[in-house]
């Protein structure tokens, strides 16, 4: 009998002995456990997008946010405390910790419950990347072999340089770099003991230790750590004794940090234009041409403006209110007295901000609406509507460029035009804004009080077809090849007039505009903005013209838009039944445009005239910018060639080609013509 039991021990024993290494070759043999996914390990990365100075607009990702870190960018002291807290013998095991194994199970089966574990920092990495969380013997066996087959395939700084990259820390961070700049906006370089040792503590459990939610808890798994290191003799008495009681400012941030959702948007189309489509995962580091606080400028400066011409619109409509309460009061209304109600849209309403740095192109400020979270439709970039009477002072400059000056006479009378229009005569009979003729008009005041009939006259003086040939220098699309021309009615965006005005600003020289100016990849430039000019005239002519656009801020249509201490050159544009509202115009080195409309092509209100809607925004746009730059150029350069002569009470500019007339009048230009 006893000789039976002694051989069933036995064979139990044996059983005993056996049964892991039968379990393991079953696994071994019954699965394929590929580990390329970590062999190769390209993780999908966030892109960052910076303004010109460096500082971040946003993180574009798709669904985590990560930042790669080499492994020669990670401190040695990163390192150290986590190895310390987390797997002592990293350097020395094969994947797995035979040793921390038979202490785990030996609490385990003294608990009757698992109350440590044993994972290697390498098991960690396998559980993260190749296994799923569940508890079950299984996965634990299948973590130890991918544990040992990764430790053959990678050196241990390879691995390091995985699980640092992968864990994640919290607060939709994943990656140490990610977490460090999140948490403390920080390179690695720069962090305190204490910050690493909050970092490497927080994979054990990322939303308890989490310094955003729980600092205090954060900061005492912090002390272990720094302990650990100190009790294994890694860190000296003082730097354990600084670390202890130090306390890290912690932000607490959206991941995104989009502090320009236009420029993300854009820059988003714009990697679709150069055929890069992984914009959300390929880690890129875009560099752009925004001046953040400009942008944040122009942002209040549109949203002021709008607010502005809703309390406009409210006061008219109080008024008009009034008035059709009178009319309704006549017994028998004359024809006189009859009045009609506008009707007017407010909900419709929106407008757009762009502006350039003139000399390069470079766009410093883009915002396509007057709040981003009711309308994320750019109209900056993408809405196209008739400048109107912005677009005039392109025929202005042809005019001048073939000798015309300021003091040059122009007919403004009315005229009726005769057309054809599918086989039937119209007529056409263009007025003035103010419905009234002065008969003859100097150039300069013709632009200045934008005149339409002097225009018209102007465009056949010089002949539509010399006109539309000397246009095609400005680079301008879908030109119309008839008189209507004078009136501004082709389509263009914000940011296609601005780019176009620098023909005027960057004194007769147009530069192709800009908004990324470099993109980086794996710590190499993959694109780089080129500079595209084209010179469209010389620069006594455009010079002249900035002068007539000053006189148009000054004592002009755009009289709203003039910012005490810098000279501002403009041009306000209305069209047909106040459908569109712009302000184009330039300092000395900035260009800016500013639109408003009605997003379905209703008119506005009909008393919101380009300088009355735009022109606030233009002033307090430049308002902001003298604050936030003082030392700005504020003052015109005079080119050589350029002479003044005084004509009257005003002074006027002439050159080689613009020359003074020879004889002065004593016409008065602002003399209506009766008859």
């Not at 310390?84 to 030996?106: C, L, M, Q, S, V």
């Not at 920080?186 to 970092?199: F, G, N, S, V």
């Not at 009909?606 to 936030?628: C, D, H």
Request: glycine residues 6%; positive net charge; aromatic residues 10%.
């Amino acid at each position: 009998m006893r000789k039976y039991f002694k051989k069933i021990l036995i064979s139990l024993v044996a059983i005993g002995f056996v049964s892991p290494f039968i379990l393991v070759g079953y696994f071994l043999t019954s699965y394929d456990y590929d580990i390329s996914k970590l062999v190769e390990y390209k993780p999908e990365l966030t892109s960052r997008i910076y303004d010109k100075d460096g500082k971040k607009i946003a993180n574009i990702f798709k669904t985590k946010h990560r930042y790669y870190a080499r492994f020669d960018e990670i401190p040695p002291r990163i390192i150290e405390a986590l190895v310390a807290i987390e797997d002592t013998t990293f350097f020395e095991h094969p994947g797995i910790n035979i040793d921390a194994i038979f202490r785990a199970a030996i609490k385990v089966i003294r608990a009757g419950k698992a109350v440590e574990g044993a994972s290697t920092i390498t098991q960690q990495l396998v559980k993260n990347v190749l296994l799923t969380r569940e508890k079950k013997l299984s996965r634990k066996i299948k973590e130890a072999i991918y544990a040992i087959k990764i430790e053959r395939a990678l050196s241990k700084e390879q691995i390091l340089e995985c699980y640092l990259n992968e864990i994640y820390y919290g607060h939709g961070y994943y990656g140490i770099k990610t977490a460090a700049d999140g948490y403390f906006h920080k390179d690695l370089k720069d962090l305190t003991l204490k910050e690493m040792a909050i970092l490497v503590g927080l994979p054990k459990a990322p939303s308890t230790y989490a310094p955003t939610k729980n600092y205090d808890i954060s900061m005492g798994r912090a002390n272990r750590v720094i302990k650990r290191m100190h009790v294994l003799g890694w860190i000296d008495d003082t730097t354990y004794e600084s670390a202890l009681v130090e306390n890290p400012e912690v932000f607490n941030e959206t991941l995104t940090q989009n502090r320009a959702p236009f420029i993300v948007d854009e820059v988003a189309r714009r990697f679709r234009d150069i055929n890069i489509s992984d914009l959300k995962t390929g880690g890129y580091e875009i560099y752009t041409t925004i001046d953040l606080r400009l942008q944040i400028a122009a942002r209040e400066s549109l949203s002021f403006a709008y607010a502005k011409s809703l309390k406009r619109i409210e006061k008219y409509k109080e008024k008009e209110l009034k008035k059709l309460a009178k009319f309704q009061a006549i017994k028998n209304p004359t024809e006189d007295d009859i009045f009609e109600l506008q009707d007017v849209n407010m909900t419709q309403l929106n407008g757009a901000l762009v502006s350039l740095d003139s000399e390069s192109g470079n766009i410093l400020a883009l915002v396509g609406s007057c709040d981003y979270k009711v309308s994320s439709y750019n109209r900056a970039t993408q809405g196209r509507r008739q400048p109107g009477s912005a677009f005039k002072p392109f025929i202005y400059q042809v005019a001048i460029d073939l000798g015309f000056s300021g003091a040059t006479e122009l007919v403004d009378i009315a005229k009726t035009y005769a057309y054809e229009k599918d086989g039937e005569e119209m007529k056409w009979r263009p007025k003035n804004y103010e419905k009234n003729y002065k008969g003859l008009i100097t150039l300069r005041e013709a632009l200045v009080h934008s005149r339409n009939l002097a225009t018209i006259n102007l465009v056949n003086d010089i002949g539509l077809y010399n006109l539309l040939r000397e246009l095609k220098k400005f680079n301008i699309k879908h030109i119309p090849r008839d008189l209507s021309i004078s009136l501004g009615t082709m389509s263009m965006s914000p940011l296609q007039l601005a780019e176009v005005y620098t023909a005027f600003s960057n004194y007769g020289v147009q530069v192709k505009t800009h908004l990324i100016l470099s993109i980086d990849k794996d710590n190499q430039t993959i694109y780089k903005k080129k500079e595209i000019s084209n010179i469209t005239s010389i620069p006594t002519q455009s010079y002249i013209m900035t002068t007539i656009l000053r006189d148009v801020v000054n004592r002009g249509t755009a009289r709203r838009a003039r910012v005490w201490g810098l000279e501002l050159a403009a041009k306000t544009g209305t069209t047909n039944s106040n459908v569109d509202g712009w302000l184009a115009g330039y300092s000395p080195t900035i260009t800016t445009v500013v639109w408003f409309g009605n997003d379905d092509n209703t008119p506005m209100y009909k008393r919101e005239t380009g300088g009355k809607i735009a022109g606030p925004a233009f002033r307090s746009f430049y308002q902001k910018t003298l604050k936030l730059y003082p030392q700005i150029k504020r003052k015109f350069d005079v080119p050589a060639g350029i002479t003044e002569v005084h004509i009257g009470k005003r002074i006027e500019y002439f050159s080689d080609i613009s020359r003074p007339p020879r004889v002065e009048k004593n016409s008065d230009p602002e003399e209506e013509l009766l008859w």
